[in-house]
Nanobody, 124 residues
Framework: QVQLVESGGGLVQAGGSLRLSCAAS????????MGWFRQAPGKEREFVAG????????SYADSVKGRFTISRDNAKNTVYLQMNSLKFEDTAVYYC?????????????????WGQGTQVTVSS
């Protein structure tokens, strides 16, 4: 089992920044690919960013490329999502997730563990 706890969400004006953190406990964090997803009201959960366990290769949804940065600190069992130039449409509950696959993946069903989520609200 891997337990994931997100933090860092809040209310921010458009154009502002937030950094989300996801602290992991349980099984060896460094063996898992990590991802950030988000779900806005009335919408399906969607992939935001992912980072591999082996070599920290990253991938991003087109909607956040150039604005968001995912990173991980295996010594601290933590993954981060730095969000810059936030837009109103970034408003959502943000979830981190862990996948035991060999390669990182944007597919929700390939993630084994999920956090409870943290709310990000961007005011226009």
């Amino acid at each position: 089992q891997v337990q994931l706890v997100e933090s860092g969400g809040g209310l921010v004006q458009a154009g502002g920044s937030l950094r989300l953190s996801c602290a992991a406990s349980g099984r060896t964090f460094s063996n898992y690919n990590m991802g950030w997803f988000r779900q806005a009201p009335g919408k399906e959960r969607e992939f935001v960013a992912g980072i591999s366990w082996r070599d920290s290769i990253t991938s991003y949804a087109d909607s956040v490329k150039g604005r968001f940065t995912i990173s991980r600190d295996n010594a601290k069992n933590t993954v981060y999502l730095q969000m810059n130039s936030l837009k109103f449409e970034d408003t959502a509950v943000y979830y981190c997730a862990a996948s035991a696959l060999i390669s990182q993946t944007p597919r929700i069903y390939e993630y084994d563990y999920w956090g409870q989520g943290t709310q990000v609200t961007v005011s226009s």
